[in-house]
């Protein structure tokens, strides 16, 4: 029964609370009142009958549930949970370049010839040649979009299982972040070829170490990303970042940074989409892009979840639509070094 006293505001508060994305020190004071009586405030009816109430026409009023204005709200409310959720699934985007798109097309992404070397100019002398700024030849590579479509009963609104909606959300959100996550490492493990026609990784480029996981093969690792050629052809003097191993590696090498010190400069990222023995070990992204992750503009590289209208005679209930568009891209070799036997 609709709460006449209770705002739609407070009721999506009482519910951002029951759903794990409101604090209740955050939420309006009317939402926790709603709260400590659950048993006589449902809160999803309560929601579907205050949607009802603030339509403009009664004759364009329908079920409560079936109400766009119902259908955005709780829209709103599972794209804020998917969120939460993939907050500790990210770590693959520590070693990305994060971009934005415009749009669906594809892209070109150079990753020679935008590097500069400086020249000393002699006293008198003349300024070396130009560096021009042109298009280049590059990788091409777009958005692709990951989608599904989510349809909420009458009987789990009416029963008010915020708990339920939420947990199945959460899912999404998951589900996101891992697709997502194993692009990345799928691109690495695949050695894709660049625009030079070049390995990304190659023993001529200087950013392989054939060695399995040691301290002395974490040594050698360093120094190769210290000592990369850059295409200007300057020594590259890049730290290092992020240490990436397979999952088999990953008590050795958080046991390995921490004991040799390196806990505060070296972020440890672990990854079961490598191959057992696999590691990395990558520069800032910000300095040197090795790996670039793509998203729509204004997204903000999250999930989106839209209302759908549908026939309600056929299927009594809400349904979402939930997709999630991102790409990847190899941007160069310099600024990450592969590891393992």
Same mark, same amino acid.
């Given at each position: 029964m609709y709460n006449a006293s209770a705002s739609i505001t407070s009721i999506c508060d009482a519910i951002g609370v029951r759903?794990? !994305?409101?604090?209740? +020190?955050?939420?309006?004071?009317? /939402?926790?009142?709603?709260?400590?009586? &659950?048993? #006589? #405030?449902? $809160?999803?009816?309560m929601l579907a009958a205050g949607c009802v109430a603030r339509m403009p026409n +009664?004759?364009? &009023? *329908?079920? =409560? %549930?079936? *109400?766009?204005?119902f259908g955005n709200t709780l829209a709103n409310v599972f794209k804020s949970v998917t969120l939460r959720k993939r907050v500790g699934l990210l770590d693959h985007r520590l070693i990305c370049d994060m971009r934005e798109l415009p749009d669906?097309?594809?892209?070109?992404?150079? #990753? $020679?010839?935008t590097d500069i070397h400086l020249d000393e100019k002699s006293e008198g002398g003349e300024t070396s040649s130009d560096v021009s700024l042109s298009?280049?030849?590059?990788?091409?590579? =777009?958005?692709?979009?990951? *989608?599904?479509r989510i349809f909420i009963s009458r009987q789990v609104l009416v029963d008010d299982?915020? @708990?339920?909606?939420? =947990? $199945?959300? /959460?899912? !999404? =959100? +998951? +589900?996101?972040?891992?697709r997502e996550a194993e692009k990345v490492y799928a691109l690495l493990e695949g050695n894709p070829v660049l625009d030079d026609g @070049?390995?990304? %990784?190659?023993?001529?480029?200087g950013n392989i170490v054939g060695s399995a996981f040691s301290e002395n093969a974490l040594g050698s690792a360093m120094a190769a990303l210290r000592n990369q050629i850059t295409p200007a052809g300057a020594i590259a003097n890049l730290g290092t970042k992020n240490l990436v191993v397979a999952s088999d590696l990953e008590f050795a090498a958080r046991k390995l940074i921490? @004991?040799?010190?390196?806990g505060n400069t070296v972020y440890v990222v672990v990854s079961p989409w490598l191959a057992n023995g696999r590691w990395y070990l990558t520069a800032d992204p910000n300095l040197s892009p090795a790996v670039g992750l793509m998203h729509l503009e204004g997204s903000g590289g999250n999930v989106f979840v839209g209302y759908i209208a549908h026939d309600k005679q056929r299927r009594d209930g809400v349904l979402l639509a939930v997709a999630f568009d991102f790409g *990847?891209?190899?941007?160069? &070799?310099?600024?990450? !070094? &592969?590891?393992?036997?």
């Open positions: 759903a794990g !994305v409101i604090s209740p +020190a955050a939420a309006h004071p009317k /939402a926790i009142e709603l709260l400590d009586d &659950r048993q #006589n #405030n449902k $809160l999803l009816p +009664a004759s364009e &009023r *329908t079920s =409560g %549930f079936g *109400t766009k204005d669906f097309r594809e892209h070109t992404f150079p #990753n $020679l010839d298009d280049q030849v590059g990788l091409k590579a =777009g958005l692709a979009s990951y *989608t599904k299982d915020v @708990e339920l909606i939420a =947990g $199945l959300a /959460a899912n !999404v =959100g +998951a +589900a996101a972040a891992r @070049e390995y990304m %990784f190659h023993a001529g480029m921490h @004991e040799s010190g390196l *990847t891209v190899a941007l160069g &070799r310099v600024g990450i !070094v &592969r590891g393992g036997a």
